[in-house]
């Protein structure tokens, strides 16, 4: 039980992270399709810097969790400036921001793989051996272990992520930030009527260059996190569709904090089920084929979403293109 | 706007949730998108052409293991001798298909081929077609079986034997609950009989030892050997459950099983097809098979002229007596089944006093044929 909670967690803070960064994005008015690209992208660069950083500056591989730290924020530049491609096209130019995204979309896993064949001959980027200070080997891992304590505190603090906590702090600070402070009220406002955010003043292009850039940044980080937690520490050009997962739980979670936080929990938790029912007599005794748990989740998001779809309350300016002219 | 968006954010969703159902065992969907042209590099450069070329079925080319074996072998003979080589990868990586593989065979015979090493059984219909259509070019079959023309010989191991010595070995060190994660899905023979050794060797150190032994035995991801979030989590669980040592028999799924073992202080692993234990300090030991030291031989003959005479359309079983199968012992790390117990068993391996079975199923997805073994319990994923 322990287990299933503690990997529902780690499947859990990507999504969470990444639905955050669709909600500020859209909130501001600019509909960010591109999660999925971002995250491969961001979790690209995290993981060539994770890989510089432990070949060449030995002083990383001994101190691992400031790597991390140094790999996430790497990430969530990388991010923020590739999402910047799309608050140019889509802010400057007002192009089509389905379009825009789903081109960074096709755009980040190309260049993430093409980059990787070109310079290792594989398909994905691994983390080896490294070698500390002193010479010692060390393999690749972020992992804190904490195996002496009660059962209650192991699903928070053994087998843990670094990144968990992060995360989790991250998610309550821009929580309260796009609710309670001036700047986050004027990043909503663009969402919902940018017209009359703009008569009062307000830069609707500067709210709306920064909400996207903070959603690019937290999905940068995003995938970062995914990789460097469930999947192997290694860059391959893809996330397994986290970030569209990610833009329903968005969805899903009405573009409101508590109802993402939920969301993903439920995402979180079916994903590691279709992974880990085998481990349980109970899942096992069923006799269901695999494959059949690896569809609940991404079928969970269809049902949902075409429940909630009515209910749904998406911020009213979305996807528009702000034209001064129609005030 | 709105109706617009949804319809084709519900479109997005779609195709994701195919991509994932479709490829559970395989961590990038995009990859499908991706059409990757066939990586080529040069490794000994020459204006002229490349004689010796290596053309991968559809793990990468740098896998720790299998691929990267047979590539060594082919580049060390190359720069010995100084021929030109170089490699080949299939379109479409982990998807390849029959039509890239042919593809890559015929570029690198465009570009001068006179002899291609093909590592993996799946390469058996490209090779077929391309070996029919170019007599004149040799081609080396690792890992399959003669197939009636001239030009095709075939290298094959004893898996078996190398799979028993490493589940002998992990019992007498004394674990007793062993997990074995294969790739290919059940139908690659090779991996089929390092699993189906694995558990022999177990049972035999089992019952010399009077003890009682699991092993967890799973085919369900890696299906194209690649690393993935569910091989990561699944094994993660093993060791939560209790698992002592995986053997992660499958190119790059050892990155999953490595990074699902960092999680766990006790958690030990072991490699295959060549020496593994460079990758981390928790590989106990690893099942090899000799694949660059064959693949050099080979082209030493073919290069000494003596193709027609020893190789053409000829299947070689390699094993222990022939020096290729075992444990690597350079890196020798067990305790309690000390180097000299090894070479023991191996000795006895090597002269037939104890033959370990091959005989493994086409299709071994499923608990059936692991079955009857005295103190080895085999649980089924």
Request: glycine share 10%; net charge negative; hydrophobic share 45%.
């Amino acid at each position: 039980m322990v287990f299933i909670l503690q990997k529902t967690l780690i499947f859990t803070i990507p999504l969470l992270i990444v639905a955050l960064a669709g909600m500020f994005a859209e909130r501001s008015g600019i509909i960010n399709i591109a999660l999925d690209g971002i995250m491969i992208f961001g979790a690209f660069i995290g993981a060539v810097v994770a890989l510089f950083l432990r070949t060449n500056v030995s002083f990383f591989v001994d101190h691992n969790q400031l790597l991390f730290i140094t790999c996430m924020i790497a990430a969530a530049l990388a991010g923020a400036l590739f999402s910047l491609l799309l608050s140019f096209s889509a802010i400057k130019f007002n192009a089509n921001q389905t379009i825009g995204g789903t081109a960074l979309n096709l755009l980040a896993p190309a260049i993430a793989l093409f980059l990787i064949k070109v310079f290792t001959s594989k398909d994905q980027l691994e983390m080896g051996m490294a070698y500390d200070t002193l010479g010692g080997r060390h393999d690749f891992s972020y992992v804190i272990t904490n195996g002496e304590l009660p059962d209650i505190l192991k699903i928070f603090f053994d087998k843990m992520y670094i990144s968990t906590y992060v995360c989790i702090i991250l998610f309550i600070i821009l929580s309260i930030f796009i609710y309670k402070t001036k700047t986050g009220l004027r990043i909503r406002s663009c969402g919902e009527n940018p017209q009359a955010a703009d008569s009062v003043g307000i830069n609707v292009y500067k709210m709306r260059y920064l909400g996207t850039s903070i959603s690019g940044a937290l999905a940068g980080l995003g995938g970062y996190v995914y990789i460097a937690t469930v999947a192997n520490g290694t860059a391959s050009g893809a996330v397994a569709g986290m970030g569209f997962l990610a833009l329903a739980i968005m969805i899903f979670g009405n573009w409101h904090p508590v109802g993402i936080a939920f969301g993903a929990l439920m995402f979180g938790f079916l994903k590691c089920l279709s992974v880990v029912y085998s481990q349980f007599e109970f899942t096992k005794n069923l006799g269901l084929p695999m494959y059949f748990y690896n569809i609940i989740p991404y079928l969970a998001v269809l049902i949902v979403l075409a429940f909630s779809a009515g209910k749904s309350r998406a911020p009213k300016a979305e996807g528009i293109p702000y034209d001064k002219g129609s005030r | 706007m709105n109706k617009l968006l949804k319809s084709s954010l519900a479109a997005l969703l779609a195709v994701s949730l195919f991509g994932c159902t479709n490829t559970s065992s395989t961590p990038s969907e995009e990859k499908k998108e991706e059409k990757t042209e066939e990586k080529t590099e040069e490794t000994t450069t020459n204006d002229g052409e490349f004689k010796i070329a290596v053309v991968t079925d559809v793990g990468q080319l740098m896998d720790k293991g299998f691929n990267q074996g047979t590539y060594e072998g082919a580049q060390a003979y190359a720069d010995a001798n100084g021929i030109p080589m170089k490699y080949y990868q299939p379109a479409n990586g982990g998807d390849a298909t029959d039509n890239d593989r042919i593809d890559a065979m015929k570029q690198a015979i465009e570009n001068g081929a006179e002899i291609i090493v093909t590592p993996g059984f799946l390469q058996a219909t490209a090779l077929e077609a391309v070996a029919k259509e170019y007599p004149d070019v040799k081609f080396v079959f690792v890992d399959g079986w003669a197939m009636g023309y001239d030009n095709i010989t075939a290298i094959v191991y004893k898996e078996q034997e190398s799979g028993y010595l490493a589940g002998y070995a992990a019992v007498m060190e004394g674990y007793t609950k062993l997990g074995f994660t294969g790739g290919g899905g059940g139908s690659n023979p090779a991996v089929n009989r390092f699993g189906y050794g694995f558990v022999q060797g177990a049972d035999a150190a089992a019952k010399e030892k009077g003890v009682d032994v699991e092993v967890k035995y799973s085919y369900k991801y890696g299906e194209t050997f690649s690393a993935s979030t569910e091989l990561q989590t699944q094994i993660a669980g093993w060791y939560a459950d209790g698992t002592e040592v995986v053997f992660s028999c499958g190119g790059s799924m050892f990155q999953s099983v490595l990074s699902a073992a960092a999680e766990y202080e006790d958690a030990r692993i072991i490699g295959v097809d060549v020496d593994q234990s460079g990758e981390s300090s928790k590989v106990i030991t690893s099942a090899v098979k000799g694949l660059s030291a064959s693949v050099e031989q080979v082209l030493g003959q073919y290069y000494d002229g003596k193709w027609d005479a020893e190789l053409a359309n000829v299947a070689q079983n390699l094993g222990a007596a022939e020096n290729a199968t075992g444990l690597p012992e350079d890196t020798w790390s067990l305790t309690n089944f000390s180097l000299d117990d090894y070479k023991a068993l191996l000795g006895k391996i090597a002269n037939g006093e104890v033959t370990p079975d091959a005989n493994v199923p086409d299709d071994a997805n499923n608990g059936d044929w692991l079955t009857n073994f005295e103190k080895v319990k085999v649980v089924f994923e």
